[in-house]
């Protein structure tokens, strides 16, 4: 196997950040006011004229980078609808080169931060929520960037269904295990050894000898 060049994640950090709880908690006593990206609003529409009437399945691939994990879960759920959504137009454009003749999936750029809110307010429900690789904002003054240290991470978890994340730091999934946990949600974190993996980053890792791990919630 090829071998990569990814550098291992480095932190000030040497466990799960000391104030991730009570952020957690102030954001459930308050609400977001903060006006939503007219490019967002566009996508969630192109979105929804998309889905038209549908009640089926619904996945939502978040951080989807170039869709090639949005591909992948597609064919994994043929009769699921799959959104991949990604804030980079230049990630979003490089989609092509993965892209599939498969009608059950769409890719977007959009701000998660208020798709998720338009997606909440529109009382969306899916059945399984990806999020592979998001950037892991190391440092520890970067907490409230990670997407568990964040308002959006409520709304993201009102849209519910099971939630698959995974990172190349295993303290990112260990904190977000923490939250779900302070929420009432049970996880379960192991050590991916694909075969065939489910992002460009993540055969990169793999390919630099990392070790990646994935954090599933688990059903009542």
Same mark, same amino acid.
């Given at each position: 196997?090829?071998?990569?060049?990814?550098?291992?994640?480095?932190?000030?950090?040497?466990?799960?950040?000391?104030?991730?709880?009570?952020?957690?908690?102030?954001?459930?006593?308050?609400?977001?006011?903060?006006?939503?990206?007219?490019?967002?609003?566009?996508?969630?529409?192109?979105?929804?004229?998309?889905?038209?009437?549908?009640? @089926?399945? $619904? +996945? /939502?691939?978040?951080?989807?980078?170039?869709?090639?994990?949005? =591909?992948?879960?597609?064919?994994? %759920?043929?009769?699921?609808?799959?959104?991949?959504?990604?804030?980079?137009?230049?990630?979003?454009?490089?989609?092509?080169?993965?892209?599939?003749?498969?009608?059950?999936?769409?890719?977007?750029?959009?701000?998660?931060?208020?798709?998720?809110?338009?997606?909440?307010?529109?009382?969306?429900?899916?059945?399984?929520?990806?999020?592979?690789?998001?950037?892991?904002?190391?440092?520890?003054?970067?907490?409230?960037?990670?997407?568990?240290?964040?308002?959006?991470?409520?709304?993201?978890?009102?849209?519910? @269904?099971? $939630? +698959? /994340?995974?990172?190349?730091?295993?303290?990112?999934?260990?904190? =977000?295990?923490?939250?779900?946990? %302070?929420?009432?949600?049970?996880?379960?974190?192991?050590?991916?050894?694909?075969?065939?993996?489910?992002?460009?980053?993540?055969?990169?890792?793999?390919?630099?000898?990392?070790?990646?791990?994935?954090?599933?919630?688990?059903?009542?």
């Amino acid at each position: 196997m090829a071998q990569g060049n990814s550098r291992a994640i480095m932190t000030n950090q040497t466990g799960v950040h000391e104030k991730l709880i009570d952020l957690v908690s102030k954001y459930l006593h308050s609400v977001n006011h903060r006006p939503i990206n007219s490019h967002t609003q566009e996508a969630f529409d192109n979105v929804r004229e998309w889905l038209g009437e549908w009640d @089926g399945d $619904l +996945i /939502l691939d978040n951080c989807c980078g170039v869709g090639a994990s949005t =591909v992948k879960i597609a064919q994994q %759920h043929p009769h699921a609808k799959v959104i991949g959504i990604d804030k980079s137009a230049q990630r979003v454009d490089k989609h092509s080169h993965y892209a599939v003749r498969q009608d059950n999936y769409m890719l977007v750029r959009a701000d998660l931060n208020d798709f998720w809110r338009l997606a909440r307010q529109a009382q969306w429900q899916c059945v399984k929520q990806y999020m592979l690789y998001p950037n892991p904002y190391p440092k520890s003054t970067q907490v409230q960037k990670r997407w568990h240290g964040s308002p959006a991470f409520l709304d993201m978890l009102a849209l519910g @269904g099971e $939630l +698959i /994340l995974r990172s190349n730091w295993r303290l990112y999934l260990e904190e =977000v295990a923490v939250v779900l946990a %302070h929420l009432g949600q049970a996880t379960q974190l192991n050590d991916v050894a694909d075969d065939e993996p489910m992002t460009p980053f993540e055969a990169k890792y793999q390919n630099s000898g990392q070790v990646c791990w994935e954090l599933r919630t688990m059903s009542d």
